[in-house]
């Protein structure tokens, strides 16, 4: 007989770290480069995932894995098509949150921000950094609209393909990238028995105030 799930029984205590005031940098985007590189340094798998969180015009909001791909003094660059989901909610509200879970090491970062598209040769250096397949692919792929089936895809890659064959594939103008200013980002390190460390930075004119939240 199959044992009943029981979801409320599943629990981590956290006790890996702690994060106090006086072991933090100044400067938010310094300390998120800190805790990035020693989650790469652990080998986490997925590292530069995050949940983009965007909100639509009547306010309803929707989540997503994207893949950080940049880290700027100012902000968190990603790439994407301008004219998904996504790319309209932000065109329409571009307040967004970004969200960070590396449980390896038993730490999240929130980050609410205003996302502005990066400078168009920006997105065209970094679109030809990427692999053939997914240059084809950003062409190929009206993201987020509804498509007969599979095969609509692939046809339209092997036109692409066969198009930009021996030739250097142009940037779509739809696709591009974002970079996330913060406003806000929140450094979680958990601890044990749910008395988590919290420390939220908040800019105040050009510099960040730093404040810890119970948990």
Same mark, same amino acid.
């Given at each position: 007989?199959?044992?009943?799930? !029981?979801?409320? !029984?599943?629990?981590?205590?956290?006790?890996?770290?702690?994060?106090?005031?006086?072991?933090?940098?100044?400067?938010?985007?310094?300390?998120?480069?800190?805790?990035?590189?020693?989650?790469?340094?652990?080998?986490?798998?997925?590292?530069?995932?995050?949940?983009?969180?965007?909100?639509?015009?009547? /306010?309803?909001?929707?989540?997503?894995?994207?893949?950080?791909?940049?880290?700027?003094?100012?902000?968190?660059?990603? %790439?994407?098509? %301008?004219?998904?989901? &996504? /790319?309209?909610?932000?065109?329409?509200?571009?307040?967004?949150?970004?969200?960070?879970?590396?449980?390896?090491?038993?730490?999240?970062?929130?980050?609410? /921000?205003?996302?502005? &598209?990066?400078?168009?040769?920006? !997105?065209? &250096?970094?679109?030809?950094?990427?692999?053939?397949?997914?240059?084809? /692919?950003?062409? @190929?792929?009206?993201?987020? @609209?509804?498509? @007969?089936?599979?095969?609509?895809?692939?046809?339209?890659?092997?036109?692409?393909?066969?198009? %930009?064959?021996?030739?250097?594939?142009?940037?779509?103008?739809?696709?591009?990238?974002?970079?996330?200013?913060?406003?806000?980002?929140?450094?979680?390190?958990?601890?044990?028995?749910?008395?988590?460390?919290?420390?939220? %930075?908040?800019?105040?004119? !050009?510099?960040? &105030?730093?404040?810890?939240?119970?948990?």
């Amino acid at each position: 007989m199959q044992k009943e799930l !029981s979801i409320e !029984s599943i629990r981590t205590d956290y006790r890996l770290a702690e994060l106090h005031e006086d072991q933090v940098a100044k400067d938010p985007i310094q300390q998120f480069k800190h805790w990035f590189t020693q989650a790469l340094q652990a080998q986490v798998t997925e590292v530069n995932a995050m949940t983009l969180a965007t909100v639509d015009h009547e /306010g309803n909001p929707a989540a997503r894995i994207v893949l950080l791909k940049d880290i700027e003094d100012d902000g968190f660059v990603f %790439y994407t098509n %301008y004219l998904s989901h &996504k /790319g309209k909610e932000i065109a329409h509200h571009p307040v967004v949150s970004l969200v960070f879970f590396w449980p390896d090491l038993q730490r999240q970062v929130r980050v609410n /921000g205003i996302a502005d &598209k990066v400078k168009d040769q920006v !997105s065209e &250096k970094y679109f030809h950094s990427r692999p053939i397949g997914s240059q084809q /692919g950003a062409w @190929a792929s009206p993201q987020s @609209a509804v498509i @007969a089936n599979r095969t609509v895809l692939e046809e339209e890659l092997s036109t692409i393909a066969e198009r %930009y064959k021996d030739q250097v594939i142009p940037k779509p103008p739809h696709w591009g990238g974002y970079i996330v200013r913060p406003t806000v980002l929140e450094f979680w390190q958990g601890r044990a028995n749910r008395l988590h460390d919290r420390l939220l %930075y908040t800019k105040t004119g !050009s510099t960040w &105030k730093i404040e810890r939240l119970a948990p």
